[in-house]
């Protein structure tokens, strides 16, 4: 008798983007230079020694870490907010470290306990896990830009993404003003997806949080805030929730309940990089160079480049459908993400990250030009 086989999720998910790329990618490497990697936003510079340091420090800790976090890490990422980015009224009480911010975007719907068939916005261009985590809510998803497109249903959570992924647009003070208002005054949950915030390069870029979009008030509204991109600590899994305390707390018991523990030594790690700033603004510096380096080497090419104003990507197109310039990369050795990985308003352009080493980023150039 054949053995009982179980559908882990009770909804169709979509194909996983990357998997398929796999034919442009085994021509990307077949390439005589090799394989110049621009389609994932992974960091490649080394992590910080004093990143490093407080991990090994933190390392002797053999008991279970607070679902919470350390009251240090807490202040230490209230702080950084403060210091970084002018969001203040932030307490300990307003801080959930989480085991990196993809596991926290894929679980928030069903965290908050979006209910089955209730309605999720998210961007019209959108990273995919927002789709993905209302899905495994059992959620409906609703792509639109604003408000005025949501129609007359009240959705459950509205997300934003500004910096966006992919596309580097930045939404001005009086949109997200507009979008908070509009929320509070139906109940609706904002989550500002906020991991490229530190990334800012042609326009100023502002959290959901700031007094200029919120008063002061964080009501109704959740900050998701990574270490990934800006400490280079995308293997450490680190970041954190930041916002309407009330939330916070649904949010920690739930993930008390599921054991969701970000491990102590990584918490250690925070700590020291959400209070220094030293090396967060040499990776910065790091990649403005490059970016400067593909954006000369795209136009040159005859590409334009849309938005882009902030986070580690162009937004590029050359007039066609993103597969073929997809191709067309891949057959000078360098794979890109297509815009069709992120809805369908991306389908003629392409994503190129600048998270490769100075050596990639200029082979990738010289064979642009």
Avoid at 30 to 40: E, F, R, Y
Avoid at 328 to 347: E, H, K, M, Q, S
Wanted: with cysteine; aromatic share 6%; proline share 7%.
């Amino acid at each position: 008798m054949p053995a009982a086989r179980l559908n882990p999720v009770s909804v169709t998910l979509p194909e996983f983007p990357w998997d398929t790329l796999a034919e442009a990618t085994a021509t990307a490497r077949a390439h005589p230079g090799g394989i110049v990697d621009l389609s994932v936003g992974t960091p490649v510079d080394p992590v910080d020694p004093v990143i490093q340091a407080a991990l090994a420090e933190a390392a002797e800790f053999p008991g279970y870490p607070a679902t919470a976090g350390t009251p240090a890490l807490r202040e230490a990422a209230a702080g950084a907010l403060s210091r970084r980015f002018g969001v203040g009224g932030l307490d300990e009480s307003s801080i959930l470290p989480v085991i990196g911010t993809k596991e926290a975007i894929a679980g928030l719907p069903g965290q908050l306990g979006v209910p089955a068939g209730g309605l999720v916005v998210i961007p019209e261009i959108a990273y995919p896990t927002y789709e993905v985590g209302a899905l495994l809510a059992g959620a409906r998803v609703l792509r639109a830009d604003s408000t005025i497109a949501v129609g007359p249903e009240t959705p459950v959570v509205l997300y934003l993404n500004s910096p966006s992924n992919p596309t580097g647009k930045v939404l001005p003070v009086d949109h997200l003003r507009k979008v908070v208002a509009w929320a509070r005054e139906r109940g609706v949950v904002v989550i500002s997806d906020e991991c490229y915030l530190g990334l800012a390069w042609d326009q100023p870029a502002v959290s959901v949080l700031d007094p200029a979009v919120c008063d002061g008030d964080h009501t109704g509204l959740i900050a998701v805030h990574s270490l990934s991109k800006v400490s280079n600590l995308a293997s450490y899994r680190a970041g954190f929730l930041a916002g309407d305390r009330a939330l916070i707390t649904e949010l920690l018991t739930v993930r008390k309940h599921a054991g969701l523990m970000v491990p102590f030594p990584v918490q250690g790690a925070m700590i020291a990089a959400l209070n220094d700033d030293v090396h967060v603004d040499a990776q910065r510096e790091r990649y403005g160079r490059r970016r400067e380096v593909l954006r000369a080497a795209l136009e040159s090419a005859g590409f334009t480049i849309d938005h882009s104003e902030a986070g580690l990507y162009l937004w590029a197109t050359r007039g066609e459908d993103s597969r073929a310039t997809l191709d067309w990369l891949a057959d000078r050795g360098i794979l890109v993400a297509p815009g069709d990985f992120y809805g369908p308003r991306g389908t003629e352009h392409i994503r190129m990250a600048f998270t490769a080493t100075d050596e990639r980023v200029e082979a990738a150039a010289a064979r642009l030009t």
